[in-house]
């Protein structure tokens, strides 16, 4: 069993819905929890980072924690086109810097 | 945030031959840099730990006399493949550890995409 499940997609929705990306984990020392975006061919960008349980918000993006469940989601309001990527959830267990465990990343299209 | 390089951006090489990928910190003076490998439509892999000045940590089933790390400066970190072949090909990402608010973050390169022949 992997430890951090992410539904690879791909998800495809129209210009301005709400978009919810969702990830599971089975191990309880992670406590940090991250989401990047990773279009085609590049590097993996930091779109949020949070530390423990709870919520997040930073314009469109919102990632929320639920470690009594081992669930974390990040939600994208008014999605754009510019916004079709795939989305990686990470996690760490000391700090947001620390050794990474990623998902299998979730791959977005928002169609115009 | 910190910002990363690599280079090149993408190489093809003969089986058997080495290829070294550069990844630089041009902003930023990293301690740790991490060296990760992603196969298509599949995750990150951590392979390996970069402490500058000091030998690199491997994490398990990485083969450490065939992914030869070193970081002899602050800002470079080398990922060499040697006696290449066509199942390392791959696409390579580093990142660098720096500060980002209260903690530190994982900041990524532009990753190299290794063709084996």
């Known amino acids: 069993q992997k430890e951090v499940e992410q539904d690879p997609g791909p998800l495809s929705v129209p210009e301005g819905a709400i978009v919810s990306l969702n990830c599971t984990y089975s191990?309880?020392?992670?406590?940090?929890f991250m989401w990047y975006r990773q279009y085609s061919r590049k590097g993996p960008e930091l779109l949020m980072y949070t530390y423990s349980s709870g919520n997040k918000e930073d314009g469109r993006f919102t990632a929320q924690v639920d470690k009594s469940s081992k669930y974390i989601s990040l939600f994208i309001r008014d999605s754009q086109p510019s916004d079709s990527a795939t989305y990686l959830c990470a996690m760490s267990e000391e700090t947001s810097g620390s050794r990474l465990t990623f998902g299998e990343g979730t791959q977005l299209t928002v169609n115009p | 945030g910190a910002v990363v390089s690599q280079h090149p951006s993408w190489v093809i090489c003969k089986s058997g031959t080495s290829v070294k990928i550069e990844c630089r910190s041009l902003d930023f003076q990293a301690t740790t840099m991490f060296w990760y490998r992603q196969f298509p439509k599949q995750s990150l892999m951590l392979m390996a730990t970069?402490?500058?000045?000091?030998?690199?940590?491997?994490e398990q089933g990485v083969e450490k006399d065939k992914f030869l790390i070193n970081h002899a400066s602050l800002t470079l970190s080398t990922l060499t493949v040697t006696s290449a072949h066509p199942e390392d090909s791959s696409f390579y990402i580093c990142s660098t550890l720096a500060p980002r608010g209260s903690t530190d973050t994982q900041y990524f390169g532009p990753g190299t995409r290794l063709t084996v022949l």
């Open positions: 970069s402490n500058e000045g000091s030998k690199a940590t491997y």
């Open positions: 191990n309880s020392a992670f406590q940090y």
